[in-house]
């Protein structure tokens, strides 16, 4: 059974600091890694990661893939107020006939002024 | 274009009612999902349909969860005799089809409460 783990589970910082979010996981075949942002109820996607090393940026936002060790980091530099969400992290399926996505709790980022 | 859409955005209900929720998905969308997330954690599969079939119905806790999709485009899920442990955001997501089940888009999602 395919399983994802996100630390911390919650996280308060001030505006401008830089955070770091983790996510760990278990899959008999990987595919891809993907990240998303959860404000209020619709995740909507950040990032999919399949390679190892090879950082994805989006503006503040950057991520990355250690295919050895399992894990995958989402950092956000200068933060903002409206940075505050849940982050989840998920892996596609990996079994044959299998497509639903398995998410880890997600972390819950509260960015304060 | 226009995302997925669910309603209602938010069901309140009393233990033993039924309720039905609806997701539209993207146009030209052949995959749709279910999840359901709790308080506190991750969304959880319940069910997805490549068609209008259910290709996999594993994630349903019981057989009071139904979910049907007549004709490949809006999905209905059915919650028969509703128990307070039932509360949680519903969403639903939809992908081109199950070969693009990485990239799936999500709607705003259900808020059901049951008292």
């Known amino acids: 059974e395919d399983k994802v783990v996100q630390s911390p589970l919650s996280l308060v910082v001030h505006e401008g600091d830089t955070v770091t979010l983790n996510c760990s996981y278990e899959?008999?075949?990987?595919?891809?890694l993907l990240w998303y942002k959860q404000e209020k109820k619709a995740p909507t996607f950040l990032f999919m990661l399949t390679s190892s090393g090879i950082e994805k940026k989006s503006g503040r936002l950057s991520s990355i893939l250690d295919k050895k060790e399992l894990f995958s980091i989402l950092n956000i530099t200068a933060t903002q107020t409206g940075d505050s969400a849940i982050y989840l992290c998920?892996?596609?399926?990996?079994?044959?006939?299998?497509?639903?996505?398995?998410f880890g709790k997600g972390t819950k980022l509260s960015v304060i002024p | 274009g226009a995302g997925v859409s669910q309603t209602p955005s938010n069901k309140v209900t009393e233990k033993g009612k039924y309720v039905e929720l609806r997701c539209d998905p993207i146009?030209?969308?052949?995959?749709l999902y279910w999840y359901r997330q709790s308080l506190g954690q991750g969304p959880e599969f319940l069910i997805y349909f490549q068609g209008t079939g259910a290709a996999d119905d594993s994630g349903l806790p019981n057989d009071r969860f139904f979910a049907v999709r007549p004709e490949g485009s809006v999905s209905t899920l059915k919650i028969q005799r509703t128990e307070r442990g039932d509360s949680a955001v519903y969403l639903c997501?939809?992908?081109?089809?199950?070969?693009?089940?990485?990239?799936?888009?999500f709607g705003p999602g259900t808020r059901l409460t049951v008292t």
């Open positions: 899959v008999t075949n990987f595919r891809s």
């Open positions: 998920a892996v596609p399926p990996s079994g044959a006939g299998s497509y639903q996505l398995t």
């Open positions: 146009s030209g969308h052949t995959a």
């Open positions: 997501a939809s992908s081109l089809g199950t070969a693009y089940s990485y990239e799936q888009y």
